[in-house]
């Protein structure tokens, strides 16, 4: 079977290395750089490049904590963005990244039904949800709302708790300290990145729209048992420090079985063989240096 060949325009903002990297995948990836969250920008972006087959719709400010105490912030970086795009977009069908934070305030196995999301982060991940929704709908183009739980491996922010976790466990001392903000019995749900990619490209070739699916590894645990579990696979001691508290207190869970109806896909990479895989990573980028 041959190779499938994608010409691919790379959509980036504030990350200035980005040409190069996308230079680095070859010459059918071609970077553009857009600020969504201004019209005229958007509009030349879309009057440069049209009828695109199908658009994955990754931008988005995730800073929760952050956001927590700035909500024009969170206007202007999450929800302005999607309603630049959605005026001026002409294309085909449009693969939204949305979040698992828009059950935000439920408790248990999440509901579609009854979304009242309770931190701005999640407000607006729905609004610009409703704002896609709204425009298919008058302009006839496709999409798949795909509210993701997240992931972990190569690339991920620094900040993120994951990353976090293996730069301190990579430390040579007996007993390693760390802190989790919060009590952490808060739920954790992450899958690696390699299983979320193959996620996206499962359904870009998917013919299946018009339709809001969970992306999650189905398989919610606190994070003081997640980091515990991280710990063990690399045979470290960990004694775990509690302090303050988190924006995001997330109290409710999520089944991949609907993504895996729809799209023919679920989670297949552990713990087991993800952190070993990302430690490796951290080392080759010489992030970490020990352990």
Known sequence: MAKERWEVVAVYNSSLDF??????????????KCDLRKEKETQDLF?????????????????VGYLFSDQPEDVYNNILPMANFVKHYDGGPVLFFSSGAVYSGQKGNV???????TIPYAISKLAAELYLEHQASIDGFGHV?????????????????????????SSPADVIKFTVYGDGDNLIDV?????????????????????VVDLCGGAAVSVNTFVNRIARILDKKLEIEHRGSVAEYIE????????????????????????PNYMNWLRKSNLITSG
Do not use: C, N, W
């Not at 009057?47 to 800073?63: G, I, M, N, P």
């Not at 509901?111 to 999301?117: A, E, V």
């Not at 709302?145 to 997240?150: A, E, S």
């Not at 999520?254 to 952190?275: D, M, T, V, Y």
């Open 19 to 32: 040409p190069a990297y996308a230079d680095s995948l070859g010459g059918d990836v071609v970077p553009r």
């Open 47 to 63: 009057s440069e490049f049209k009828d695109f087959d199908k658009t994955v719709y990754l931008a988005s400010d995730t800073r």
């Open 111 to 117: 509901s579609h039904h009854d979304l009242h999301p």
């Open 145 to 169: 709302t795909v509210r993701f739980f997240g992931a972990y491996g190569p690339y991920e922010p620094e900040r993120k708790l994951t990353r976090k976790l293996l730069l301190a466990l």
């Open 191 to 211: 899958m690696y990145i390699d299983d979320a990619v193959q996620a996206v490209y499962k359904m870009l070739v998917s013919k299946k729209q018009d339709s």
């Open 252 to 275: 409710f869970r999520a089944s991949s079985e609907g993504f895996e109806r729809a799209f023919g896909f679920s989670p297949r990479i552990s713990l087991q063989e993800g952190i």
